[in-house]
């Protein structure tokens, strides 16, 4: 038999690496086979789709919401002095939003000033009148137009074809004339699928 | 689904018991389970250095918040940051694992798809309108995952089964120098060449 004093450095490494890589095989072998995905929240995948069946789609019931709120609550209790704590903490809360409310207004004033606007928003009038008032839908003002038939995103770019700019203009404009009408009146109707 | 005592009470189903809760079921579970399985892959292959400079380097884009920081030096996974991985973790772990090598291929093709798999089926379970169609896309992604998963078996371990294996090795190299400095050695790395050895 050898003895360790017999033996030179570079085999000693050697024997020492030679075990270091059996150990580590070893334990390797040993995680992935005592290694599954049978945990708790693994599972609870398999459950979606059960659960959007009957009550709805997932973010019903998320807790995104109410943990964000939670900082909150904190916070405004801690500035109480913890009596009577929820009457004080909704009053110090609707206080704060009402002054980041008029903080924001303020702003918005203040950018319109520095750009030369006016103070208040005034509605284009040209905007709101529809030329055809029979034509209330993107797929109406498609027929109308002669335009193929598609879907009503599609007949946008259509509109930007080579034809004579006459033409052209009447067509983007009376788009977007039945565009706005539908965005400020809620008529649109598109079917999600 | 398994037979159990509560599914036969009236009152009780096992929808309402368990309570689906995106952020703790999806960002902080499977988010989390699968960034640490991929990086651990990644690590094995030593390409984790390629796979911190493609974190750092994202563009940012909207409903994406940057990540400015590699990977191993992101310390907190608030919310946000989850969310980001859920964008940005299917391009960098493709572009991390390109140019396998020949027997490393089947591997990265199976983390790839389950990496892509997982992270459709969360995006998919945020949506707010649900058909059969979508529910159907759903329950496939996820069987799907469930088929290309043995890539990651060895990295998919409990608390319990990491400490044993700690105990177990630290067991082991104790053994292995005892055996050493007893002077007990094996014939082939006997340096000396007599008879005797």
């Known amino acids: 038999m050898a003895t360790l004093e017999k033996l030179s450095a570079a085999a000693k490494n050697l024997r020492v690496d030679e075990d270091k890589m059996q150990i580590e095989s070893a334990i390797a072998q040993y995680l992935v086979e005592e290694s599954d995905f049978n945990f708790v929240k693994m599972h609870l995948l398999n459950y979606f789709s059960d659960h959007i069946r009957q009550l709805g789609y997932l973010i019903n019931v998320t807790s995104e919401l109410p943990e964000k709120v939670m900082t909150d609550l904190k916070q405004l209790y801690q500035q109480s002095n913890h009596q009577e704590a929820t009457f004080h903490i909704l009053r110090t809360k609707a206080r704060k ?27 284009i009038k040209g905007m709101m009148k529809n030329p055809h008032p029979a034509i209330k839908t993107l797929n109406d003002l498609a027929e109308w137009c002669a335009m193929p038939k598609g879907e009503p995103q599609n007949h946008i770019p259509w509109g930007f074809k080579d034809l004579p700019t006459s033409q052209t203009m009447s067509i983007t404009i009376s788009i977007s004339v039945v565009s706005t009408i539908q965005n400020t009146f809620g008529t649109m109707q598109y079917q999600f699928r | 689904m398994l037979q159990g005592f509560f599914w036969n ?133 996820l069987e799907e995952f469930h088929c290309h998963k043995d890539g990651f078996s060895g990295f998919c371990t409990s608390k319990s089964t990491k400490k044993v294996s700690e105990a177990f090795k630290m067991q082991c190299t104790l053994d292995k120098q005892k055996e050493r400095k007893s002077g007990h050695f094996g014939k082939t790395f006997c340096s000396c060449k007599k008879s005797s050895c």
Not at chain 2, 57 to 84: C, D, H, T
Not at chain 2, 94 to 107: D, G, H, Y
């Open chain 2, 9 to 141: 009470m009236k009152c009780i189903s096992p929808m309402t018991i368990i309570v689906p809760d995106i952020p703790h079921s999806v960002y902080l579970s499977m988010l989390k389970h699968l960034i640490d399985w991929v990086t651990s892959l990644i690590e094995q292959h030593s390409r984790i250095d390629q796979f911190n400079q493609l974190w750092a380097i994202m563009p940012p884009y909207s409903g994406f918040a940057r990540l400015n920081q590699p990977y191993s030096q992101v310390m907190q996974w608030s919310g946000k940051e989850m969310k980001a991985l859920g964008r940005v973790i299917v391009p960098v772990s493709a572009a991390t694992l390109l140019n396998p090598s020949a027997t490393q291929k089947i591997l990265f093709t199976d983390a790839l798809l389950c990496v892509k798999n997982s992270v459709y089926f969360h995006i998919m379970a945020q949506y707010r309108y649900h058909t059969e169609a979508t529910i159907k896309y759903m329950e496939n992604l």
């Open chain 1, 97 to 123: 939003e009402v002054f980041q409310c008029r903080a924001l207004n303020a702003n918005a004033a203040k950018q319109r000033r520095n750009d030369h606007m006016p103070l208040t928003k005034i509605p």
